[in-house]
C-alpha cells in the first residue's frame, strides 16, 4: 500500500515546548546538564535535516516496510464485540496488530528508525538506550545488529527478572547489558543511567524508547512512530469507508499511544482514549497512572510534564505487573494533549489486565503483551458503556505476550 506521508500537526516551539493557551502550561524543554547540551543540538539539527531528506525518508520507508513488516494488519474482533454487548448494540471493533511486527511490538518502529538516523544522518557508531519491558532493547538492539553498530542497553534489575525472555534476545543480538540498581531499580533510574552514559561519548546517539526526555526526543519517537497511526487511518478508511469514533492506546510514557493516534489530532469526530495502569488502585498510591492520577507539574529526565511526585516534591515510585508502564511520568506532548482535552484518560488495575490477559487467550487466540491488556480491558468498558450500533472502535494491540507467560501462568494457577 502506498503510504500516507507524514504531515506536521501538532509542531513545539523552537525550545520544545508545547503551550496550553488557555492555562499558560508549559511542557517539555530541555531540563538537563549543559554537558549535553551539544549532544542533543547535534540530534535536533540532525533531525531537521533527515525530515528534509527524500532520499532517507523513502529509504527508511522502505526498510520499515521489508524488515519491520510496518504493514500489519487490522483485524476485526467479533469475540470482543460479542463480549462488550454484540454488534448490535455496541458497533464494530478493530485490533491494530502490531504485535505482529518483526519483535513483536511497536517499539521497531521508532528503534529502527531512530538507529537508522544515527548511521545515515549523525554518522554514529554507537547506540546508547534504556528499556523497561525490554521490548525496546529488544528492537534497538536488532536495529543495531542489521545495521552494524554497537549497543549498549541500560535495564533496571527488577525489570530484568521481570522480562528475562526479551533481556536474554536483546542479549543474543550482540547488546552489552547493564543492569542498574539505582533507587527503584526500573525504568527511571535505567534512563537516568542511559543519559549519563551518553554524556561521556559524544560520539554515540542515545535512543529514547518512549515520547520523552529532553527536546528533541518525544518530538522525534512520535515522527518516527506516527506511521503506525498513518497506515492504520488509511487503513480503517479503506475497511469501514470512515474515520474510527473511538482510538484506544494504553499510555505509559506514550509511544504507542502517540503512534496510533497522532493522525488524528485535528480530526474533532474521533475521541482519542489513553489508559494507564492503576496498580492496586488509584487510591492506594501504588499505580503508574500519571493523569488519570492527577499528577502535578514537574521535571523528569529533562523535560517539563506531568510527574507522580510526593508531598515534597520527590518522584514517586511507579507500581504497575507492566514493565513497559513502570513510569513515574508521561510525556510531554501527551501530557499537553491532556491537559487541553484532545486525549481523555482512564485507567485499569493490574487485576484486571491480568484478567483480560487470560480471556484473550482463550476467547480470540491471541497471547498480548500484559500492557495491552490494560487497553483492552479499558475500551471494552468504554463501548458498552457508549452503547453505539453505529460506531467503529480502534484499539491498538501494541505487542505479543511471549515474556510475559511465566507470571501470567503463576497468576493463572493460584487463582484458579
Given at each position: 500500500?502506498?503510504?500516507?506521508?507524514?504531515?506536521?500537526?501538532?509542531?513545539?516551539?523552537?525550545l520544545?515546548?508545547?503551550?496550553?493557551?488557555?492555562t499558560?502550561?508549559?511542557?517539555?524543554?530541555?531540563?538537563?546538564?549543559?554537558?549535553?547540551?551539544?549532544?542533543?543540538k547535534?540530534v535536533?539539527?540532525?533531525?531537521?535535516?533527515?525530515?528534509?531528506?527524500?532520499?532517507?525518508?523513502?529509504?527508511?520507508?522502505?526498510?520499515?516496510?521489508?524488515?519491520?513488516?510496518?504493514v500489519?494488519?487490522?483485524?476485526?474482533?467479533?469475540?470482543?464485540?460479542?463480549?462488550?454487548g454484540?454488534?448490535?448494540?455496541?458497533?464494530?471493533?478493530?485490533?491494530?496488530?502490531?504485535?505482529?511486527?518483526?519483535?513483536?511490538?511497536?517499539?521497531?518502529?521508532?528503534?529502527?528508525?531512530?538507529?537508522?538516523?544515527?548511521?545515515?544522518?549523525?554518522?554514529?557508531?554507537?547506540i546508547?538506550?534504556?528499556?523497561?519491558?525490554?521490548?525496546?532493547?529488544?528492537?534497538?538492539?536488532?536495529?543495531?545488529?542489521?545495521?552494524?553498530?554497537?549497543?549498549?542497553?541500560?535495564?533496571?534489575?527488577?525489570?530484568?527478572?521481570?522480562?528475562?525472555?526479551?533481556?536474554?534476545?536483546?542479549?543474543?543480538?550482540?547488546a552489552?547489558?547493564?543492569?542498574?540498581?539505582?533507587?527503584?531499580?526500573?525504568?527511571?533510574?535505567?534512563?537516568?543511567?542511559a543519559?549519563?552514559?551518553?554524556?561521556?561519548?559524544?560520539?554515540?546517539?542515545?535512543?529514547?524508547?518512549?515520547?520523552?526526555?529532553?527536546?528533541?526526543?518525544?518530538?522525534?519517537?512520535?515522527?518516527?512512530?506516527?506511521?503506525?497511526?498513518?497506515?492504520?487511518?488509511?487503513?480503517?478508511?479503506?475497511?469501514?469507508g470512515?474515520?474510527?469514533?473511538?482510538?484506544?492506546?494504553?499510555?505509559?510514557?506514550?509511544s504507542?499511544?502517540?503512534?496510533?493516534?497522532?493522525?488524528?489530532?485535528?480530526?474533532?469526530k474521533?475521541?482519542?482514549?489513553?489508559?494507564?495502569?492503576?496498580?492496586?488502585?488509584?487510591?492506594?498510591?501504588?499505580?503508574?497512572?500519571?493523569?488519570?492520577?492527577?499528577?502535578?507539574?514537574?521535571?523528569l529526565?529533562?523535560?517539563?510534564s506531568?510527574?507522580l511526585?510526593?508531598?515534597?516534591?520527590?518522584?514517586?515510585?511507579?507500581?504497575?505487573?507492566?514493565?513497559?508502564?513502570?513510569?513515574?511520568?508521561?510525556?510531554?506532548?501527551?501530557?499537553?494533549?491532556?491537559?487541553?482535552?484532545?486525549?481523555?484518560?482512564?485507567?485499569?488495575?493490574?487485576?484486571?489486565?491480568?484478567?483480560?490477559f487470560?480471556?484473550?487467550?482463550?476467547?480470540?487466540?491471541?497471547?498480548?503483551?500484559?500492557?495491552?491488556?490494560?487497553?483492552?480491558?479499558?475500551?471494552?468498558?468504554?463501548?458498552?458503556?457508549?452503547?453505539?450500533?453505529?460506531?467503529n472502535?480502534?484499539i491498538?494491540?501494541c505487542?505479543?505476550?511471549e515474556s510475559?507467560?511465566?507470571?501470567?501462568?503463576k497468576?493463572?494457577r493460584d487463582?484458579?
Open positions: 500500500m502506498k503510504i500516507p506521508p507524514f504531515k506536521e500537526l501538532n509542531a513545539p516551539d523552537s520544545g515546548y508545547w503551550t496550553n493557551k488557555k499558560g502550561e508549559k511542557y517539555g524543554g530541555q531540563y538537563i546538564s549543559p554537558l549535553l547540551i551539544p549532544n542533543l547535534k535536533e539539527v540532525g533531525f531537521q535535516k533527515a525530515m528534509k531528506n527524500k532520499k532517507f525518508l523513502t529509504n527508511l520507508e522502505e526498510q520499515l516496510v521489508n524488515h519491520i513488516g510496518i500489519t494488519p487490522i483485524l476485526r474482533s467479533k469475540e470482543l464485540e460479542d463480549i462488550a454484540g454488534e448490535k448494540k455496541i458497533g464494530k471493533i478493530f485490533l491494530k496488530r502490531t504485535d505482529l511486527h518483526h519483535d513483536s511490538s511497536h517499539k521497531p518502529v521508532s528503534a529502527f528508525s531512530s538507529v537508522y538516523f544515527a548511521k545515515h544522518i549523525l554518522k554514529a557508531k554507537k546508547i538506550t534504556e528499556t523497561g519491558a525490554s521490548m525496546n532493547a529488544r528492537a534497538v538492539a536488532s536495529a543495531c545488529a542489521k545495521l552494524g553498530l554497537e549497543c549498549e542497553v541500560h535495564i533496571g534489575a527488577v525489570d530484568a527478572e521481570k522480562v528475562s525472555l526479551n533481556k536474554d534476545i536483546t542479549e543474543l543480538y550482540g552489552k547489558i547493564i543492569e542498574c540498581h539505582d533507587s527503584t531499580k526500573t525504568l527511571l533510574p535505567a534512563m537516568a543511567a543519559l549519563r552514559s551518553w554524556q561521556s561519548d559524544p560520539s554515540a546517539m542515545y535512543v529514547v524508547g518512549s515520547c520523552c526526555g529532553p527536546h528533541p526526543y518525544p518530538l522525534m519517537v512520535r515522527t518516527f512512530a506516527s506511521i503506525i497511526g498513518r497506515i492504520a487511518k488509511k487503513q480503517m478508511q479503506e475497511l469501514t470512515k474515520l474510527p469514533s473511538t482510538v484506544f492506546a494504553v499510555c505509559g510514557g506514550g504507542n499511544l502517540s503512534a496510533i493516534s497522532y493522525p488524528y489530532y485535528n480530526d474533532k474521533v475521541n482519542i482514549f489513553g489508559i494507564e495502569s492503576a496498580g492496586k488502585g488509584i487510591s492506594s498510591g501504588a499505580h503508574a497512572a500519571t493523569i488519570t492520577g492527577k499528577a502535578p507539574i514537574g521535571i529526565l529533562g523535560a517539563r506531568n510527574v511526585m510526593n508531598e515534597d516534591g520527590q518522584i514517586n515510585e511507579s507500581h504497575t505487573e507492566a514493565s513497559g508502564l513502570d513510569f513515574s511520568g508521561t510525556g510531554p506532548e501527551i501530557c499537553y494533549m491532556a491537559s487541553t482535552g484532545k486525549i481523555k484518560f482512564r485507567a485499569t488495575t493490574d487485576k484486571e489486565a491480568q484478567e483480560t487470560l480471556m484473550m487467550c482463550r476467547k480470540t487466540g491471541i497471547l498480548p503483551a500484559i500492557e495491552a491488556c490494560y487497553v483492552i480491558h479499558a475500551a471494552l468498558k468504554e463501548i458498552k458503556r457508549r452503547k453505539n450500533p453505529r460506531e472502535h480502534l491498538h494491540l505487542g505479543s505476550g510475559n507467560v511465566g507470571r501470567m501462568l497468576y493463572k487463582n484458579e
